[in-house]
């Protein structure tokens, strides 16, 4: 392509309503355009980024065994009405009336349309399992789209759904979808894990997300330093600390001073107290079970996942409030301690490893220092209540835990029963019965991806693509073509050749500064710059710069066909 | 892909609401399945078709220098409201509101969205022409959607845009796209014509419509038999007969019969009469020029476009009643002819070359016998008023006129400055003014194109896709397998061997019946079906069965590669 036919619309100046990095450079380099809130065109740049990225999904899903069809954008409302979701998805469901007044949603994603056409086309369990996916334009109604195409309104989404008659066979197949999206990213050239999530609203066994790393990401990824275990910070697992615990070597002992001064005075190490939360119980009938107290180390933070998910613990969880604490231990929430609770005590892992600990007194401005658990606190609960922190043993068992920030760019899931039992979607099994199908879902974000890759690579001069999702492999650069004919017909003719070899290059044959040609191709991160200069014609070289080294050397005008040879 | 692993989907009956054979067959080859009123699913089968349509397109597109964007499908309605478009499309403009009560609509095509971007990313002369184009679902609320993907409301569409400083510029473009357009048909290897068509209510200078030729065609296309030419019969010339007007021969003689029962009782031939219709005229002043005759052969039919674009004709077309023609004429509008009336006679081409002719005496139940037109009829005016019929002299000077009926699958159009003036559309010339660009547009119907493709390749079995389109290149199909190892080696060994070398097969791993796989794939139109049975398996040989002419011949296995190597 040359850039004289090409609509190449770059931009010196950062617009100001773009907040993230990825925004700036996609509206700074002409990948896109805004064309109202969280709507966008994708100008040629863009789409050829975006048209690689659905391509390397689409093959590998289809190697995967996948099969591939287009549902309508456009969705009857009473399917939705079916599945129960019309009204439980909320306002991102964009609801519609065609000329007849007939409801219509924006599909958001499309399980009831596939649940719904499976339980029509399906009678056998022989034709099972089934594996089907989808390229398709989605609509979320997002009250505050932002950060440009990676929380739009529209947007292109791969979605898969898997049909299966026992839940073995959905494990072997999520398994496959795994190595599938595995694939994918590897080939995206991307820096990616994928995290143990949790299952959120949608229910169902398992679940993972695979996220792209970048600093900006807006998702805390625990990993193990020493094996490829990652998880959702919400989700991953905090062990109790190695060893056995201390034996008791302090006398308990009363001091005078509020928990929060008695640390800051005295040096006690935050690592080495507890902190007391009064939450709301499961039980109702005993005025003293309406409570909990759940004990976390000092330095630790509540999960309340992990918290909302025990038995005594009610949920969503709700903290009792001063008035509920006074009635019940007569001081300030900020001075509960563990020792003498008449409410079950339910102490995280970590801190019911600690010995000698200093914590509130139940009385206002009182704690405890040297407290140890058995012989001062009775009976207590052991659980796991926390958020990992880095430096913690991985829960696989292997290394240290680190955490990183992501953005979310896949979610799989073994969905189960849920919309198979609401749409009636069963075929007859062996024994001649009706079995209703056990489901998976598996997302990825088409659109989002291309953002994520801007966000991990990029500098100060623009974006550094992946060479497989690079818009453009090389770009010929001539120096003042205006000026010198030589330079015009080496250009031309190395474009030429190029183009019949199937290299995709651009010929920037504007009669523009070299500066100003070179800010533009480093602001679009095409991978090879093949400057074509008078001083180097002589020796019949061109100069080849390396956006992601930064790299220059001169090579000779019948080498370049062999950079692009595999 | 194994059909065990594939949503083969094909149906043995008939659906009743499916009215036209492609919508028939594409439901009962398992290429669509409908989700609401004109909004389908495409399965498997059907999306490889569309996405080899989709592909050529594209390939084309690219080939003549057009750039690939993505435009939103959900568009404010304020772009419409700007071109004027928001109350003048009508009700196939599906309006929406989202959660924020914002006004939008689904994109039924995208000239709005398209000139504002250019408006906005244009300021030179010097980028242009600029070639445009997307392959996007767009969305007509059609009130009766009918015939499956052929008219539905969600459908997949190429539009593309280009943009010019100067009227020739789009002219040179309109032809490079026309050229475009025929290697896009030519290489899906479908019969179309490329037709001049009439502009419509878009307006502008040029246009031209892409036909695919089937009995089932809603159009009538005018062709010459000894030429390329091609015109929609709307829009087709009519020649005046070649050779002198024949001098009179006869006297004019009042004959006491109605003209109808004249004709039919004296055998008089229709091509030796005329009828007069009397129509609305331009000039309100004087009463007699209330009004103007219209004449034309016997055998002919009013085309109205022509006689609404002659001056004195008042548009819309409007018959006088037959109050206004008894207060004129006094007769009754049957009896009518051109002798004596006190309007204006515009006489059609035909009627004209006419001599001792035939028609009314503006008296009931009278007619004229032997009327010629200067000696009887005093002065009149000759135009194109008709239709072209079969036979008629094609207008390009080249051979007669045949008419066979078309599905329309592209449209190009002149555009001129309609949107570009209305959206301000503007770059700097190269003298330093603002200068309204010239736009031209370019519709193809993605989806139309597979139901016109099976209107016109079909026979009692099935489908006969051209090779381009087929959705499997392939299929082997084992006569029982379940019985023969031999049979299952070889199928299964074939398959891979035809995988590895990339060719596209369907292998029908089904323990089905023969009949029942062979009727599968006749219905599929599967072109080659390459048959693994036991009783030629010493010989090293499969039965290959040709689709399209239903040949079967013995193959050697190892040749079978040796079919696809192109």
Redesign the interface.
Known sequence: ?RT????L?TLKETPASAEVISHQLMLRAGLV?N??SG??????TG??V??KVENIVREEMQRA?S??????????ADLWEESGRLNDYG??L?R?N??HN?D?V?GPTHEE?ITK?VA??LSSY??LP???FQIQ?K?R?E?RPRFGVMRG??FLMKDAYTFHLEHECLEKTYQKMFDAYCRIFDRLGLDYRPVIADTGSIGGDASHEFHVLADSGEDDIAFSDASDFAANVEKAEALAPSGEREEPSKDIELVELKLERLIKTTDTPLNASVKTLLVQGTATDDESEKFVALVLRGDHQLNEVKAENLPSVASPLTLATEEQISALVNCHSTSLGPKGLSVEVIVDRSAAHLSDFTCGANENNRSYTGVNWQRDCGDITVADIRNVVEGDPSPCGKGNIVIKRGIEVGHIFQLGQKYAEAMNCAVLNEGGKNQTLTMGCYGIGVSRIVAAAIEQNHDKYGIKWPKAIAPFQAAIVPMNMAKSARVKETAESLYEQLLQDGVEVLFDDR?ERPGVMFADHELMGTPLLLIVGERNLDEKKVELKNRITGEKTLIAIEDVKALFSN
């Open positions: 392509m004289s036919q090409y609509l619309s355009r064309v109202a709507l966008y065109t994708w100008l040629p789409l050829k975006l048209k065994g099969n591939e069809v287009l549902m309508p954008m456009v969705q009857p306002p991102e964009l519609l065609d000329r007939r219509f924006l349309v056409l029509n086309e022989k034709q089934l594996n089907v334009t609509f109604d009250i309104r529209e009669k």
